[in-house]
């Protein structure tokens, strides 16, 4: 039954997104979003101007959900831009992890954006600036912090996808490992300007519950 403290859009969005997370890009169904919400199978594109439309207020709608994620976190480190950017990448991860269809090339060009899309989320843009921000105050230039947020780039798309597809070692520890690759981009890029310091990190509660 649908949720009546809610628009129609918005609860036609949720329930898009939770079949996307179950059942991926191969097995999503407008219709199937629409006999869940019990309206007509014409609601989503009446709603959304088509699929198109649609995947575009997914898109938005989780951009805005990761958003709050990454201001709470800005709000609680303030000017440790670094911690900051360590655990917003942390909890982008977990994001990817709990919605694999982002890292599906055929979500991003149904809305013609490609993976490019998620570069232009503002939750994505405000990661992103934490660390341009922790480089700027050590006054490391654009062209090696644009070289080291590479190593974070591939770090996040490529710990979603092991994890998604269950391609962890057995035993693996996931947190663990993240967290030490992680330390090991900064202690790099800190050694090669010649501002290193001692990294104190504390474990993170990395993909629970």
Same mark, same amino acid.
């Given at each position: 039954?649908r %949720?009546t403290?809610? /628009?129609?859009?918005? /609860?036609l ?5 939770s079949?996307?997370? @179950?059942?991926?890009?191969?097995g999503?169904s407008?219709?199937a ?10 609601a989503?594109?009446k709603?959304f101007d ?6 575009f207020?997914?898109? @938005?709608?989780l951009d805005n ?6 201001? /709470?976190?800005?709000?609680?480190w303030?000017? %440790?831009?670094?911690?900051?950017h360590?655990?917003?990448n942390e909890?982008?991860?977990?994001f990817l ?7 599906? @090339?055929?979500?991003?060009?149904t809305?013609d954006?490609?993976?490019a ?12 600036e934490q ?5 700027q ?5 654009? @062209?090696?912090?644009k070289?080291?947020y590479f190593?974070?780039?591939t770090l996040?798309y490529g ?6 597809n269950?391609l ?5 520890d996931?947190?663990?490992d993240?967290? %030490?690759l992680?330390e090991?981009?900064?202690r790099?890029l ?8 001692p990294?104190?990190?504390?474990r993170p %509660?990395?993909?629970?519950?």
């Amino acid at each position: 039954m649908r %949720d009546t403290g809610r /628009d129609l859009k918005t /609860d036609l969005v949720v329930e898009a997104i939770s079949q996307l997370r @179950e059942n991926g890009m191969e097995g999503f169904s407008a219709r199937a979003v629409a006999e869940a919400c019990r309206v007509s199978c014409a609601a989503p594109f009446k709603h959304f101007d088509g699929r198109r439309g649609m995947f575009f207020a997914i898109s @938005e709608y989780l951009d805005n959900m990761l958003c709050e994620t990454m201001e /709470d976190i800005k709000a609680r480190w303030g000017t %440790d831009h670094k911690r900051s950017h360590l655990e917003m990448n942390e909890a982008y991860i977990r994001f990817l992890c709990e919605n694999p269809f982002l890292i599906n @090339e055929s979500f991003w060009n149904t809305i013609d954006e490609k993976q490019a899309g998620i570069r232009k989320w503002k939750s994505f843009r405000n990661m992103t600036e934490q660390f341009r921000l922790y480089c700027q105050a050590r006054e490391i230039s654009e @062209e090696i912090y644009k070289s080291y947020y590479f190593n974070f780039q591939t770090l996040a798309y490529g710990a979603a996808f092991v994890i998604v597809n269950g391609l962890l070692l057995e035993g693996g520890d996931p947190g663990r490992d993240i967290l %030490d690759l992680e330390e090991r981009i900064y202690r790099n890029l800190e050694q090669s300007v010649g501002t290193c310091r001692p990294l104190l990190f504390t474990r993170p %509660d990395y993909l629970k519950g």
